[in-house]
């Protein structure tokens, strides 16, 4: 199995930039597609980004398109999810996700291996 480390969270302004990342271990990081995922309280966990095992096919929540945007470097066993003019609204325990799954996931449950998530909080 893979096991998944996320880092970068913090607190930020609305407006502001922040860039998390995700290191992974255990097994071919390039067989596997990732994802990004949040939940803030009281809510379900909501899809904010994937990505294929190439880093060729990206894909996003509608509710970040245009704001965020995803990437990896198989050779780091890294992704990273860049997130820009943040707003309020994006305040939220972000999770990275893998998963060996035909296509690219943008569904929860269709993702075997999460991390332990990190805590984003965008002040107004």
């Known amino acids: 199995q893979v096991q998944l480390v996320e880092s970068g969270g913090g607190l930020v302004q609305a407006g502001g930039s922040l860039r998390l990342s995700c290191a992974a271990s255990g097994r071919t990081f390039s067989n596997y597609v990732m994802g990004w995922f949040r939940q803030a309280p009281g809510k379900e966990r909501e899809f904010v980004a994937a990505?294929?095992?190439?880093?060729?096919?990206?894909y996003f929540g509608d509710s970040v398109e245009g704001r965020f945007t995803i990437s990896r470097d198989n050779a780091k066993n890294t992704v990273y999810l860049q997130m820009n003019s943040l707003k309020p609204e994006d305040t939220a325990v972000y999770y990275c996700?893998?998963?060996?799954?035909?296509?690219?996931?943008?569904?929860?449950?269709?993702?075997?291996?999460w991390g332990q998530g990190t805590q984003v909080t965008v002040s107004s």
């Open positions: 996700a893998a998963d060996r799954a035909l296509g690219v996931p943008t569904i929860a449950s269709r993702y075997a291996y």
């Open positions: 990505i294929s095992r190439s880093g060729g096919n990206t």
